[in-house]
């Protein structure tokens, strides 16, 4: 984990842009108003599915509008999906899944509600590669693990202080959708306990064990 | 019979209704039934629940993990095309710019109406619900009592198949012995819930009676109760009935169920009655105005047919109106003549007065109790299966407040959705975020540990909440649309009060840990919109004086005796139960007394 006494000198364009937090923990840079402007996305210009979609077709991302990644941007968020949803012993990683796929067809959306979304994603993502630049003089996805866990550690402290604040609110906007995006694939469904969403002929309620669990009697 | 065309409509019919929902379903049910002749005008498309639902799809197959967007309003998966609080070009407005006295509209245009889309909870008004004027001193009595309702809720019960219990609560009446179908069984948080609630504040956690088949309908019994001495009616409900199959205890059923195990108007209502030979239904038909004959009587109605614009009238003996509340409001007021120049049945100038809704409100918790439970199935029928009733219905002149509420409670190991995930932080506590492994682990934990539970209480009829045509603006047919006035009343926050502090109460009676405290004090901030339950009711008031109502105690516009309200608008108020069961029971009441009164020839 990185600490103030590791900070690079930076010059004085950068240092206006950063912001530093109360505590003693390593300042993030925040984009400066020119900056975000530069930075803000033309929105999409393509329509929604309407009011009467066809409900049994199964979709994947693009198929309704187009995707906004650029190679660059989709292989950083693969890397982040990653970070925030790695594999483990049990279950697979987030972009095995697809997530990152999931994540552009989001923030391509034609809709308002995923705009804010689109704007602090497509903001956060160079931030990160000059973030990274600025530790290990390289970009975000050519870091080494342990340089990326610990910007996205420091981004989890600052959003967990400010979900609100970039770029704070980058990274709880990402994670929401990782983990909203893993969590409703099969494989995330699994890993997560689901064990629903199959026909039956009959339903009995929670098993003995769960009752004996909770120190109730049989229903 | 089918489905027609304006073109292919016949000259006459004896019963003309607008809407094909729970209340006009039910009236095309019955009438049909009784060899009357129908047309339903429907101002959506055809929808098909059998083919067209999603039942078993998973997020990852829908558009944005299924969200809600402005194309679909309650998530892609829900069973609503074409609906919603907001549709493009058929706009309503609010009297005033204040978040809390506005009103959200849902409207749901497509065939079988809200029944797609419903929650499918169905619970009887009690006998006190009826008297809200008398033992309350605010709203109004209905002009029946629940005595006069109780034959017509078990029928209504008996052919929609809803399941659960007796309980013998005070003013949350039990079904006669044989009518409701078995409850399924609790889920674990239901369960602690019901050990916790009775032992620390002696709350009864019981079963919630939902239009879900948890068996297959006796198809041999219960059409001969229906129609006895009605053999065609028998054999058609038989049929009908032997298509419906139990639930699978998988799926929301506001996805709609094509097993047709969940009810809809569709499935249950038009299927028997198109098959009666009976019924004729015309899609894509947008009433605009109610007509009048010389005599002052309903002619029958004029309509827009959708696809193309174009303008028809259809005429029958008696109209009715289903539209929903709100919708048949506007159609009243929409339809102006030299007789009636403020609106159709409206010489009491009521016509849109008295909307009531559910008074709501919600809270969750975390329960560590749920946390790591052994991995288990815990779908049953997916929707609400537990509900603690108004407990306090015997005391009620002890409270602040008029109108009693209930809860309904649904916990478990949901299918999670795009939300699934982010509510963990605060649980896990640290100066982090979750993610990474910890985030993994920390899922798995507590996805399946929060319990959450939503209040739905009592309106008295007041004169802030009424609608009337908006002097400007019009919808893309060229009618004037509604505009709403709202204003909760001090009775109504005092009775959110009281619920925010017994949720807090029954969530930490089950050992619930809390992200916030319940808006005990400011209950305007924990008051749902009006509307956004969509439960409104009330418009076309029923009651015993023509002067302070707009239909008699059967529905029939004192002004129009053949015009007929089918649909929630003439509710003198809002119990703390839902609507649908009770449009259901006063339609089938009414259109039972259309069957008579066209018999003796007084229609």
Not at chain 2, 127 to 149: E, M, N
Not at chain 2, 178 to 196: H, M, S, Y
Not at chain 2, 408 to 433: Q, Y
Not at chain 2, 555 to 567: E, G, I, K
């Amino acid at each position: 984990m990185n600490n103030s006494e590791d900070l690079p000198r930076i010059n004085r364009r950068l240092a206006l842009q950063w912001v530093t937090t109360a505590t003693a923990s390593i300042p993030l840079l925040d984009v400066d108003v020119e900056g975000a402007e530069r930075l803000r996305p033309k929105s999409p210009v393509a329509n929604g599915y309407g009011p009467d979609p066809d409900l049994i077709r199964q979709y994947k991302p693009g198929d309704l509008w187009p995707l906004t990644f650029t190679v660059d941007q989709r292989r950083l968020v693969i890397v982040l999906c990653d970070l925030i949803i790695p594999a483990d012993e049990t279950s697979p990683s987030a972009s095995s899944q697809g997530v990152h796929d999931f994540i552009d067809e989001w923030i391509s959306s034609p809709y308002r509600d995923q705009k804010a979304d689109r704007n602090s994603i497509l903001k956060g993502l160079p931030w990160l590669d000059e973030e990274a630049k600025r530790r290990g003089g390289t970009n975000f996805v050519s870091l080494g693990s342990d340089e990326q866990l610990a910007i996205c550690h420091e981004l989890a402290r600052l959003a967990r202080k400010n979900r609100n604040t970039h770029p704070g609110s980058f990274f709880y906007r990402l994670r929401n959708l990782v983990a909203g995006g893993y969590y409703t694939t099969p494989a995330g469904m699994k890993d997560i306990g689901y064990r629903g969403n199959v026909a039956m002929p009959e339903w009995n309620g929670p098993p003995r064990e769960v009752l004996e669990r909770l120190g109730l009697d049989p229903q | 019979m089918p489905l027609i065309s304006p073109a292919n409509k016949k000259r006459d019919y004896d019963v003309v209704i607008v809407g094909s929902g729970a209340g006009g379903g039910q009236m095309a049910y019955t009438l049909t039934m009784e060899g009357i002749s129908v047309l339903v005008l429907e101002a959506g498309r055809m929808f098909d629940p059998t083919s067209e639902t999603a039942m078993m799809h998973t997020p990852d197959m829908a558009p944005l993990r299924g969200v809600k967007t402005p194309d679909k309003q309650y998530g892609f998966y829900d069973a609503s095309v074409e609906s919603g609080w907001n549709i493009p070009g058929e706009p309503y407005t609010n009297a005033s710019k204040e978040k809390s006295r506005q009103f959200a509209w849902w409207r749901q245009r497509m065939m079988g109406g809200r029944t797609n889309h419903w929650g499918r909870v169905s619970l009887r008004n009690g006998p006190y619900d009826f008297k809200t004027r008398t033992r309350q001193g605010v709203g109004f009595d209905w002009p029946i009592s629940y005595d006069d309702l109780a034959p017509y809720y078990d029928k209504a019960e008996m052919l929609v198949g809803i399941f659960g219990d007796s309980e013998g609560i005070e003013n949350s009446p039990d079904s006669s012995p044989g009518v409701l179908l078995p409850p399924p069984k609790f889920r674990a948080g239901e369960l602690l819930a019901k050990d916790r609630a009775k032992k620390k504040l002696g709350i009864d956690v019981v079963p919630i009676h939902r239009a879900v088949l948890t068996t297959t309908q006796d198809a041999d019994r219960v059409p001969k109760k229906l129609h006895p001495g009605n053999k065609k009616a028998q054999r058609l409900l038989a049929e009908n009935m032997r298509l419906r199959l139990k639930c699978i205890f998988a799926t929301d059923c506001h996805r709609g169920c094509s097993i047709k195990a969940a009810f809809d108007s569709t499935s249950v209502y038009l299927t028997p009655a198109l098959k009666s030979g009976n019924l004729d239904i015309i899609p894509h038909a947008m009433a605009r105005e109610i007509t009048l004959n010389k005599a002052g009587k309903a002619s029958g109605v004029t309509f827009i047919d959708k696809t193309d614009g174009s303008e028809h009238h259809v005429t029958g003996r008696v109209v009715v109106l289903a539209a929903s509340s709100q919708e048949s409001v506007r159609l009243l007021l929409n339809s102006k003549s030299n007789q009636f120049p403020d609106g159709l049945a409206n010489s009491s100038g009521k016509v849109g007065k008295y909307i009531t809704d559910s008074v709501a409100s919600s809270f969750s918790a975390q329960i560590p109790a749920l946390e790591n439970l052994p991995l288990h199935n815990e779908d049953g029928t997916v929707g609400q299966q537990v509900y603690i009733p108004w407990w306090r219905a015997g005391e009620q002149h002890k409270l602040d407040f008029t109108g009693g509420y209930k809860f309904v409670l649904v916990s478990g190991r949901k299918m999670p959705s795009i939300n699934t995930g982010k509510g963990f932080d605060w649980v896990a506590g640290g100066d982090e975020i979750l993610f990474g492994k910890k985030l993994k682990e920390d899922a798995r934990r507590y996805h399946g540990s929060f319990q959450g539970i939503g209040a739905q209480g009592a309106m008295a009829a007041n004169d802030d909440c009424y609608a009337e045509l908006d002097p400007q603006v019009k919808d893309k047919w060229g009618l004037p649309v509604l505009r709403f006035h709202w204003k909760w009343s001090d009775d109504e926050l005092k009775q959110v009060a009281d619920q925010q502090r017994m949720l807090g109460a029954v969530l930490e009676s089950m050992g619930g840990r809390f992200s916030r405290s319940p808006h005990v004090d400011d209950p305007l901030r924990a008051i749902k919109q009006g509307g956004a339950i969509i439960h409104e009711v009330g418009g076309a008031i029923m009651g015993d004086d023509r002067t302070k109502s707009v239909t008699d105690k059967w529905c029939q516009t004192w002004d129009v005796p053949n015009l007929v309200m089918a649909d929630g608008a003439t509710f003198p108020g809002t119990a703390d139960k839902n609507p649908t069961l009770t449009i259901m029971a006063l339609a089938w009441r009414a259109a039972g007394h259309v069957v008579d009164e066209l018999k003796k020839g007084h229609l």
